[in-house]
């Protein structure tokens, strides 16, 4: 679904900072942001409260505005923004409750789940061992964009900074790193 009159106008007034534009903003897509923070937990097996839900919305409100509303000076409207916000959403509650977790002392994440986008996410410590092996058999530039990405929950947008690698090449690396780790774990899994 492309994007509507409706959200574009609703962009530009935010932008213009046209008063009562972000109040609409918030009301529009409030519930979105604790549907995606609440689904994004519960796909990671990681409980969350009220209070963690409406800290992480608040990370994500504080994230849109930030640096002038950059988030939403970014959005091309080839999708509908509600997907944006959602892919925007997600990634930011992933980045936030693995924090959480790490901060409690707890390790995310049973192997072999997925997150919405298809990519596994972190791994329990005992299988950690079995990761990191399978990750070694990588070549060096797909083993570091790996570990970054699944192990240390960065975003491909920090990947791209941290490895000075252009963003849209990341999800093809993991791809094939995810297959030949698929079929490396397959072979280690046989008697």
Same mark, same amino acid.
């Given at each position: 679904m492309a994007l509507t009159q409706v959200d574009r106008d609703l962009i530009q007034r935010c932008l213009q900072r046209q008063p009562a534009a972000w109040q609409s903003f918030v009301d529009r897509f409030s519930g979105l942001f604790v549907h995606v923070i609440r689904h994004t937990a519960e796909c990671r097996s990681i409980p969350v409260s009220h209070a963690d839900v409406d800290e992480v919305a608040?990370?994500?409100?504080?994230?849109?505005? #930030?640096? /002038?509303? =950059?988030?939403?000076?970014?959005?091309?409207?080839?999708?509908? %923004? +509600?997907?944006? %916000?959602?892919?925007?959403?997600?990634?930011?509650?992933? =980045?936030? %409750?693995? #924090?959480?977790?790490?901060?409690? &002392?707890?390790?995310? $994440?049973? +192997? &072999? +789940?997925?997150?919405?986008?298809?990519?596994?996410? #972190?791994f329990e410590v005992e299988n950690r061992d079995l990761i990191e092996h399978l990750i070694s058999q990588?070549? /060096?530039? #797909?083993? =570091? $964009?790996v570990r970054a990405y699944h192990l240390d929950g960065k975003s491909y947008q920090e990947i791209s900074s941290q490895f000075n690698i252009a963003e849209n090449s990341i999800g093809p690396v993991l791809t094939r790193?995810?297959?030949?780790l698929r079929k490396a774990g397959t072979a280690t899994s046989k008697p």
């Open positions: 608040a990370e994500v409100f504080g994230a849109l505005v #930030e640096n /002038d509303f =950059r988030v939403l000076r970014h959005f091309r409207g080839k999708s509908s %923004l +509600a997907t944006y %916000l959602t892919v925007v959403t997600r990634r930011i509650a992933v =980045r936030s %409750l693995i #924090e959480r977790r790490r901060k409690q &002392g707890v390790t995310p $994440i049973p +192997a &072999g +789940a997925s997150t919405t986008n298809g990519h596994a996410g #972190e990588l070549p /060096d530039n #797909e083993a =570091r $964009i790193a995810r297959e030949h």
